[in-house]
């Protein structure tokens, strides 16, 4: 192989492997696009939960304090 060829040969390389790599990155973004998706869908449903709770803590009424044990 001549010296043209061998610089050739070493473009076209790195040319496919950025190929690969600019494939890599996209599937890694469109999976950190789907998991903040999830993220904000549970992070709803948390608050749903917790307002929930909240709600029958609130109409629960208050809470009388329970006297201490009998060994006080």
């Not at 390389?13 to 903040?36: F, H, S």
């Not at 709600?55 to 208050?62: I, N, Q």
């Amino acid at each position: 192989m001549t010296e043209p060829d061998s610089v050739n040969a070493r473009i076209e390389a790195l040319e496919i492997r950025i190929a690969y790599q600019d494939q890599v990155i996209e599937d890694l973004n469109q999976t950190v696009i789907d998991q903040w998706k999830k993220i904000d869908v549970l992070r709803r449903q948390l608050n749903e939960v917790l307002d929930r709770v909240q709600e029958v803590a609130d109409s629960a009424g208050p809470r009388s304090p329970e006297p201490p044990p009998p060994h006080y």
